[in-house]
């Protein structure tokens, strides 16, 4: 069984400031972690995704993502909020290997950018 | 990157009426497709997996009966809800999925469709 946990359904960071969105996972198999955004009344859009590669993942729009394993964490992270960042955000997980491509979904966290 | 487009993206029905929602990959060829339904600031629940040709699994507690999946080819899977009722009322969004070396898993989503039932 796997589940995603997001820590704060609501994250507010002022315009330039640092964003950390919070997500822990359980799982267990390897898992495949993504994050997703939602902008209002759209699909989600892909940023990045750990695919057990490289822990350290860079994706659109400046986020970036570290998987840690010891913590079984997947927080994602933008050093410089922008106005345009103001969106829901997903994280998701899902078993590795072929064959399985169910995602399980956090609750979500919507990030507020104050100008 | 992979498109997947819904249509339509908005529909209001009267109550008793069926509603047919398409979900179609548009560059690759879609092995899975997944309905996923929105209710407001909520999370994602995935209603059910649909694979080409298969018959679709729906997750516990979503009626068959009343949510119609088919998968009739690899870019092409409808949702129909049949006889909609205002608590049916929600945010529908498709995603699509490959086979392919290089997708990890990665479902690609649609921009999502609004029912509206009066």
């Known amino acids: 069984a796997q589940s995603v946990t997001q820590l704060g359904s609501h994250v507010s960071v002022s315009e330039g400031a640092l964003v950390l969105l919070r997500c822990n996972y359980s799982s267990s198999v390897p898992p495949y972690l993504f994050w997703y955004v939602q902008y209002p009344n759209q699909g989600l859009q892909l940023l990045l995704k750990?695919?057990?590669?490289?822990?350290l993942v860079k994706g659109i729009n400046g986020f970036e993502a570290e998987f840690k394993k010891s913590e079984t964490s997947f927080h994602l992270t933008k050093p410089s909020a922008h106005m345009s960042d103001a969106a829901e955000y997903f994280c998701a997980v899902s078993p590795s290997g072929a064959g399985s491509y169910q995602l399980t979904f956090g609750k979500g966290t919507k990030l507020s950018v104050i100008p | 990157g992979a498109v997947v487009s819904q249509h339509p993206s908005r529909v209001i029905c009267k109550s008793g009426t069926s509603v047919k929602i398409e979900c179609r990959s548009l560059d690759f060829q879609a092995t899975t497709m997944f309905w996923y339904r929105q209710f407001p600031k909520k999370s994602l629940m995935l209603m059910a997996t649909?694979?080409?040709?298969?018959?679709?699994?729906?997750e516990q507690g979503v009626e068959k009966d009343k949510f119609l999946i088919n998968h009739a080819s690899l870019t092409l899977s409808t949702l129909t809800v049949t006889s909609a009722h205002p608590e049916d009322s929600s945010f529908y969004i498709c995603?699509?999925?490959?086979?392919?070396?290089?997708?990890?898993?990665?479902?690609?989503f649609g921009p999502g469709t609004r029912l509206t039932v009066l």
């Open positions: 995603s699509a999925s490959a086979r392919t070396s290089g997708f990890y898993n990665e479902q690609f």
């Open positions: 750990y695919t057990s590669a490289a822990t």
């Open positions: 649909s694979n080409e040709g298969s018959k679709a699994t729906y």
